[in-house]
């Protein structure tokens, strides 16, 4: 039976490895897409997906930080009145003035710990913990992890203090940011570690969600510039058809995936995207361990 399980594998395996570079980038766009503001991990899963495809190395390392902008323009046209609410905000008087700082200085207040942790010690992640088994490792820590939070703001005495982001304090925000920083941990889920500390320090739901969300744009704004221009050298005119294909496929799955997660938060939970991590964890440990699939590509 397992050496059944193995020889299918392989023959999956080799499928993928087969399938056009486009094809793969198509793909991944998708990927990135889907999983970037769920609590799943979209550098965990493009980590594993792009072992599964063959796409490996520092080009396809510099691909799945730069297709993170497709999510991240996703973001900007979906609360586009709300940006532009703030933006004109910035430069008007009294009570909408002041709001509009407010707004702007904590996204940047948690910006920060992520932004200086990442330049101190992103070489250092990537050369240890860019990999299937450690991602794995990630995904059912902070599936446990969720399970705990979710059960915890079920007490009385953790119901949430904070039901709109422009309630937020400069510390509330610093916190946030420090919850953030754990995602530099591939598995860990930038999304996911935002929200689930968010709803830990005192954040309703959806509130934790929305401000992920605006979050995540000078985030990855910062990351996405940041590795390409140190990367610049391994790039070419050749790869504009290969991004443009991952920018734009991450762009429409990540706008469709917004649009269903502020309806998903109104009513429910993240219980089931840690029993998917919980399962998807173990299902990558189990096969790294058994052999069943090379995750060392």
């Known amino acids: 039976m397992l050496r059944a399980a193995s020889a299918f594998a392989v023959t999956m395996l080799e499928v993928l490895y087969a399938l056009p570079l486009l094809v793969k980038a198509a793909i991944l766009g998708v990927v990135e897409g889907l999983t970037e503001f769920l609590p799943i991990s979209s550098t965990g899963h493009l980590i594993l997906a792009g072992s599964l495809l063959g796409f490996t190395g520092d080009k396809a390392n510099v691909f799945s930080v730069a297709i993170q902008t497709g999510a991240m323009l996703s973001v900007i046209w979906y609360f586009r009145a709300r940006i532009m609410g703030v933006v004109r905000g910035l430069f008007a008087t009294g009570a909408e003035r002041e709001q509009a700082w407010r707004f702007a200085i904590n996204i940047l207040i948690a910006f920060l710990p992520a932004a200086v942790l990442g330049l101190l010690f992103a070489g250092m992640i990537k050369e240890f913990l860019f990999a299937p088994v450690p991602v794995a490792i990630a995904l059912v820590v902070g599936g446990l992890v969720i399970i705990w939070v979710e ?145 060392s590509a």
């Open 151 to 295: 059960r915890r703001g079920r007490q009385s005495a953790h119901a949430p203090r904070i039901h709109e982001i422009d309630d937020l304090t400069g510390v509330d925000a610093f916190k946030l940011g420090l919850a953030q920083a754990f995602a530099l941990i591939p598995g860990t889920s930038r999304s996911g570690a935002t929200i689930i500390g968010g709803m830990l320090f005192g954040l309703s739901r959806r509130a934790a969600t929305e401000f992920s969300f605006f979050l995540a744009i000078p985030t990855l704004i910062g990351a996405g510039v940041y590795d390409t221009w140190k990367m610049r050298d391994l790039l070419s005119v050749d790869d504009i058809p290969l991004f443009g294909v991952g920018l734009l496929l991450s762009f429409l799955s990540a706008w469709a995936c917004v649009a269903w997660l502020i309806r998903y938060v109104a009513s429910r939970d993240f219980i089931p995207f840690a029993w998917y991590r919980l399962v998807f964890g173990v299902i990558v440990l189990v096969t790294a361990y058994t052999g069943a699939v090379d995750w």
